[in-house]
């Protein structure tokens, strides 16, 4: 069988799945912070326009709070939580 470039260089595979996972959920942090700025940034625009100061902005950071939230909830696997190992039965 061939051997992944990581086991070529002497690493575990414990090790790589961490810094998988380390990378996808910094990304995700990153795009929570990303949705945050960019409708806020709309919503301040719309407020400077329209001269609503600041309701549009703070909806804008609503809308892109729960937009994110739904993004990162759908990304994240579920826990094992609440899960029973399964009995082995004679």
């Not at 960019?38 to 400077?48: C, K, V």
């Not at 994110?68 to 826990?79: G, H, I, K, T």
């Amino acid at each position: 069988m061939a051997e992944s470039p990581d086991e070529k260089r002497g690493l575990p595979a414990s090790v790589t799945k961490e810094a998988v996972d380390l990378g996808r959920y910094a990304g995700l942090g990153l795009q929570f912070a990303a949705s945050l700025a960019l409708f806020g940034a709309i919503g301040w625009w719309i407020d400077r326009r329209l001269s609503t100061r600041p309701w549009i902005f703070i909806l804008g950071l609503f809308l892109g709070a729960a937009l994110a939230f739904v993004s990162l909830l759908r990304a994240v696997p579920p826990s094992g939580r609440g899960k029973h190992p399964p009995t082995d039965s004679p």
